[in-house]
Every structure is written in structure tokens, then in C-alpha cells.
């Protein structure tokens, strides 16, 4: 028997202790044999490694053995600290949210924001930011969880994009508001693990109005009411609900927009494990970056490729390498260095080898 990292874990692999949640319920029994499918539900409940069947090995050499950079995170004193912090925003959160939508209660923007702040200023470093962000999510993420994450990658792009501190601020609030509206749509319907039905899905797309139509009475920068209604607007037209293109949609809604599909893409879905940072910028690149403002989307996508410029890596061939150099063509495809020395170009490499994890 030993344990190994979800990271590593392969089809035919045999469980040899059940599998549970922090709850303590079993997801899957003993002696059960792991399936795509299987590996894919372990990811979706952040379970971090397991004990399958084989001989006892020498866990130092067994690169199946070594702790998974998330691992790492999740077992540090400053992940546990957040952990907390982050979980009395989200409580206070809910109280404000709930309040208004429900009973009309005035919202304290300032005292949500300046919680946010402090979760922020919390982290030394944006890659401790971004370390924190990609290990909170779990199967149960909320409305409260996500809107809060994009209002923190909000504050941090409005950073590196060198804005003052009154623009920051409004992003902070834009991105903790913008999906308020969703409160108004039937949780069973919001958190449905499966696909929507047509009528389903037309229905949740109403939030932007839902949440517009909430903020509208209030005494709001009107940037933060359209980033509400905007957010799932795309600069080529492709969005809603308006199908708004470039300079129509308000400047902060376009900031949102990154903020929001960032978080989602790594945020686990029942269909698929959350994707390492290196795979979202790789599908950023390939649904095209014209669907976003071109200076906040190259700002953003650059500062995320150098925070783990000289990490160590998973490559989806199953090797590990050292990120050596970024590739300004192509972000996602940087030069890595192989265990064996060699060095290796993602970008001109075949067979659509491409950065897996960050280990």
C-alpha cells in the first residue's frame, strides 16, 4: 500500500483504504478500481491523494509519493490563517447580501470592501494571492465564494495595470457585486451538477439584469452597476445580453469579465478538475483574446505566466520540468527544463504537450 498524490493517480490503480470527504462520507470503497471518471470525482471533492494497492516503496524516490503543490499550501500555517479569514468575509458577506435582496436593508459597501482589503493586504505577494485563491474552492463553492475571489484578482489586476487607488477600489466593489443577482434565481437550478436544459440556462443568463436591477436604487458608482449588467458581455460580440462589442462595454465590466472567467476555469466543475493556471492561459489563448479588452487581458495573462516562472511543473506526458523561460508568442508554452537536463520548447513541441500542473 501507499499513498499518492491525485496528480499522479492512473486508470487501473486499485483503492486500498475508502475514500471520503471532510464530512465523512465515502465517495468510493475499498478495493474499488479507478476509472478516467473516477480520478476526475476525486479532483472534483479536492481530495489531495489516496492509498491504492502495491508494495511498499521507498516514497522519497516515488515521484507518486511527493506531495502535490497544493498539498503544500494547503497543509502551511499562512493557507490556514486565509482559510479562516476568508470564511468570516464570506459569512459577512452572505449576511449583507441576504439582507438587502431579501429584507431591503441598506448594503455597507464600505465595511465589504475594506474586508476584502485586508484578505488582500493579507498576502505578501500576488503568488501567495493566487496560491490561496486556487486551493479555496471545493464542490460546494457558492455565489458568496466566487463573487469574493473575483472581487480580490480584480484588486489585483487593477495593481498591475497601475491604477490609482480610487479605480482599484472601485474594482474591488465591482467584482464583489457583480453577481448579486444570482440570489434571485432557485438554488437548485444555480447548482445544478449537470447541463442546463435550454429554459435553464435562459434563465440563469438573466442574473446580469437581476443584479443591475438591485444596485440600480442604490448610491452606486454607475461603473459598478454596468459592470454588473456587462460582465458576460465579450469584445467581439459574442457576449450578453446585449451582444455589446469593444469601447460599448464599460471599461470596469471588462475587467470583471477576466476576473470571472479566471476564477470559474479554475473553480472544480462535476464534469472536470479545476484547471492549473498554466491551462487557463492556454485556453484563454485559444478561444481568442480578442473577446477581451486587449490591455487588461495581456496585463493579466502576463503577470500570471511570471509568478510561477521557475516553478516546477507537470507536463501531460507525465514528466516534471523546471519553468526556464517564458514564450512571449505563446504564454502558455514556455521553455521548461527536463529532470535529465535537456531543455524543451512547449511551443514548437508536438503532440499538444502542454503544462498539466504546477507541482
Known amino acids: 500500500m501507499k499513498e499518492v498524490a491525485s496528480y499522479y493517480l492512473k486508470e487501473g490503480m486499485v483503492l486500498a483504504r475508502n475514500v471520503t470527504t471532510p464530512s465523512g462520507q465515502i465517495i468510493f470503497k475499498k478495493g474499488k478500481t479507478l476509472s478516467k471518471q473516477a480520478i476526475l470525482q476525486l479532483t472534483f471533492y479536492n481530495i489531495q491523494s489516496v492509498f491504492i494497492e502495491g508494495e511498499e516503496e521507498d516514497q522519497l ?3 507518486s509519493a511527493v506531495k502535490s503543490y497544493s498539498q503544500k499550501i494547503k497543509t502551511s500555517q499562512k493557507f490556514q490563517s486565509f482559510q479562516i479569514d476568508h470564511t468570516i468575509v464570506l459569512s459577512q458577506m452572505r449576511v449583507s447580501f441576504e439582507g438587502y435582496v431579501n429584507n431591503g436593508i441598506p448594503l455597507d459597501t464600505k465595511l465589504l470592501v475594506s474586508k476584502v482589503e485586508e484578505l488582500f493586504d493579507s498576502c505578501k505577494t500576488s503568488l501567495e494571492l493566487f496560491n490561496m485563491l486556487h486551493n479555496m474552492h471545493s464542490s460546494d463553492d457558492s455565489v458568496y465564494g466566487h463573487s469574493l475571489n473575483v472581487s480580490l484578482i480584480c484588486r489585483q489586476i487593477g495593481k498591475w495595470s497601475k491604477l490609482d487607488a480610487g479605480a482599484v477600489e472601485l ?28 429554459e435553464e440556462y435562459a ?21 459598478v452597476k ?18 455589446l462589442k469593444n469601447d460599448e462595454i464599460d471599461v470596469v465590466a471588462r475587467v470583471v469579465t477576466i476576473a470571472d472567467v479566471y476564477d470559474a476555469m479554475t473553480t472544480a466543475r462535476s464534469y472536470r478538475a479545476p484547471l492549473c493556471p498554466f491551462e487557463v492561459i492556454e485556453k484563454f489563448e485559444r478561444e481568442g483574446l480578442q473577446r477581451y479588452d486587449a490591455k487588461f487581458i495581456l496585463t493579466f495573462l502576463n503577470h500570471i505566466a511570471n509568478t510561477y516562472q521557475n516553478h516546477r511543473i507537470l507536463l501531460s506526458d507525465g514528466r516534471s520540468a523546471n519553468i526556464v523561460m517564458l ?10 527544463q527536463l529532470d535529465d537536463g535537456s531543455c524543451l520548447d512547449l511551443y514548437t513541441a508536438s503532440g499538444g504537450l502542454h503544462i498539466q500542473a504546477v507541482l
Open 61 to 63: 524516490d516515488s515521484p
Open 171 to 198: 474594482l474591488t466593489l465591482a467584482g464583489l457585486l457583480h453577481d448579486i443577482g444570482k440570489l434571485k434565481i432557485p438554488a437548485e437550478i444555480l447548482n445544478k451538477p449537470g447541463k442546463y436544459t435550454d
Open 203 to 223: 434563465l440563469v443568463k438573466q442574473h446580469t439584469q437581476y443584479s443591475y436591477d438591485l444596485l440600480e436604487p442604490l448610491n452606486l458608482d454607475p461603473h
Open 226 to 243: 454596468m459592470a454588473a449588467l456587462s460582465h458576460h458581455e465579450r469584445c467581439d460580440g459574442s457576449g450578453y445580453p446585449s451582444g
Open 327 to 336: 514564450n512571449s508568442k505563446q504564454l502558455s508554452k514556455p521553455i521548461v
